[in-house]
Nanobody, 123 residues
């Protein structure tokens, strides 16, 4: 599976962005997916996960209520709608696919990674 993330950019605090991750191959619809992010000088961290069907979703406490993860298996695409953005959301965002546990926080559990897309939120 190859993943191509897009939609990052620079916004002011309170703004919104929608990230997309296009997946190649026919296995996307049968795979769990998630978003991680890595802020400057920090480790990559789990942001949100979604199971293969899209009916189950998980968020970290710091994005709960502001971010929405979704997927369109017919289009092989994963999304992350981000609203009420804060400067602390500034990071490179990565889409990932393929863990056996759809809410795994372990980066090693996810075999397929996109290239990352930069999100910068200014105050």
């Amino acid at each position: 599976v190859q993943l191509q993330a897009s939609g990052g950019g620079s916004v002011q605090a309170g703004g919104s962005l929608r990230l997309a991750c296009a997946a190649s191959g026919r296995t996307f619809g049968s795979a769990h997916a998630a978003w991680f992010r890595q802020a400057p000088g920090k480790e990559r961290k789990f942001v949100s996960g979604i199971n293969r069907s899209g009916f189950r979703k998980e968020y970290t406490e710091d994005v709960q209520g502001r971010f929405i993860i979704s997927r369109d298996n017919a289009k092989n695409t994963l999304y992350l709608q981000m609203s009420s953005l804060k400067p602390e959301d500034t990071a490179v965002y990565y889409c990932v696919v393929g863990a056996t546990n759809w809410i795994s926080r372990n980066t090693n559990a996810w075999p397929y990674w996109g290239q990352g897309t930069q999100v910068t939120v200014s105050s």
